[in-house]
């Protein structure tokens, strides 16, 4: 089947700590990845992508390389701050089944000053 | 930047009764979407939209619910007769297309729905 499964939260972090957060997926095709973020009371946006094998995705100092060997699409971050705190969900679109977006269960990630 | 809007913000409304929940997609794009998410749950896909036809349902999407674009701007999914456990949050998204690289699905903001 498909599948996204990302590592459990709540994630709590002090301000410029390191971020990882950790994606595998199952797909029977060739998906794209994506990250989207959520912020408090706000709807998904976009945080990044990446299209094919070996594609690294960046936006905002967060970055995901796509290893399909692995089946991986870990999200990282080198420095993180407050406002960096969010509920991140891995997702990744089926092109044979109209687009559907499969999502994981979202990481919530807590920044300390 | 263009976005999606999502209208009303927050619903709530009786068990049995039929919810409409709106949409304006981005104006260019060719594609719509609904999702939901129940609380502490995973966004899941309902309902994938084309050329005004569904592109493609979820197990979800029973004959409960329904979607139109019945203008040029608005899309729409409608409860027939809502129930407890269709309370949630409900994202519309739109896509320009759905190749590799301009497929990205743009969010509403999200419509909470709380039946009692």
């Known amino acids: 089947g498909n599948s996204v499964t990302q590592m459990e939260g709540p994630v709590t972090l002090s301000e410029e700590a390191f971020l990882t957060i950790n994606c595998t997926y199952t797909?029977?095709?060739?998906?794209?990845l994506f990250w989207y973020v959520q912020y408090p009371g706000e709807g998904l946006q976009l945080l990044l992508k990446?299209?094919?094998?070996?594609d690294k995705g960046s936006n905002k100092g967060f970055e995901a390389t796509y290893r399909k060997e692995t089946t991986s699409f870990h999200l990282e971050k080198g420095s993180v701050q407050v406002s960096d705190s969010a509920v991140y969900f891995c997702?990744?679109?089926?092109?044979?089944?109209?687009?559907?977006?499969?999502f994981g269960q979202g990481t919530e990630l807590s920044v300390k000053p | 930047e263009p976005e999606v809007t999502q209208t009303p913000s927050h619903q709530v409304t009786q068990m049995g009764q039929e919810v409409i929940l709106r949409c304006v997609p981005i104006?260019?794009?060719?594609?719509f979407y609904w999702y939901r998410q129940i609380l502490g749950q995973k966004v899941e896909f309902l309902v994938s939209?084309?050329?005004?036809?569904?592109?493609?349902k979820s197990e979800i999407f029973d004959d409960q619910f329904s979607v139109e674009r019945p203008d040029g701007s608005n899309f729409t999914l409608k409860i027939r007769s809502t129930k407890l456990e269709d309370s949630a949050m409900y994202f519309c998204?739109?896509?320009?297309?759905?190749?590799?690289?301009?497929?990205?699905?743009?969010f509403g903001p999200g419509t909470r729905l709380t039946v009692l």
């Open positions: 998204a739109s896509s320009e297309e759905q190749k590799r690289g301009t497929d990205t699905q743009y």
């Open positions: 797909a029977t095709g060739y998906p794209s």
């Open positions: 990446a299209t094919k094998a070996d």
């Open positions: 997702a990744l679109v089926l092109y044979n089944q109209g687009g559907k977006l499969i």
């Open positions: 104006s260019n794009h060719l594609y």
């Open positions: 939209f084309y050329n005004n036809e569904i592109s493609e």
